[in-house]
Nanobody, 122 residues
Framework: QVQLVESGGGLVQAGGSLRLSCAAS????????MGWFRQAPGKERESVAA????????DYADSVKGRFTISRDNAENTVYLQMNSLKPEDTAVYYC???????????????WGQGTQVTVSS
């Protein structure tokens, strides 16, 4: 089992910045990557950013490219999401998730944090 705890959400004006953190504990050796997702009211959950735990490769949703940066601290088993130039449409509950190997050749986000609210006012 992997436990994830997010922090860093809050209220910010448009154009501002926030930094989210997600600390992992438990069986972290099983993690192959981590990601940030978000869900706005009335909308489906969407992937925001992801990072490979071993090589640091990152991927971003088109809507956040150039504004958000995902990074990791392997020693602390923590992943961060630096969010700059925030827009009202970035308002959502942000979740971090840990990816693990289900079976050889197949991984999935098996563990999820409780979520942290990000609200961007116009």
């Amino acid at each position: 089992q992997v436990q994830l705890v997010e922090s860093g959400g809050g209220l910010v004006q448009a154009g501002g910045s926030l930094r989210l953190s997600c600390a992992a504990s438990g069986r972290t050796v099983s993690m192959t990557g981590m990601g940030w997702f978000r869900q706005a009211p009335g909308k489906e959950r969407e992937s925001v950013a992801a990072i490979n735990w071993s090589n640091g490769r990152t991927d971003y949703a088109d809507s956040v490219k150039g504004r958000f940066t995902i990074s990791r601290d392997n020693a602390e088993n923590t992943v961060y999401l630096q969010m700059n130039s925030l827009k009202p449409e970035d308002t959502a509950v942000y979740y971090c998730a840990a990816k693990t190997v289900v079976y050889i050749g197949y991984t999935q986000y098996a563990y999820w944090g409780q979520g942290t609210q990000v609200t961007v006012s116009s």
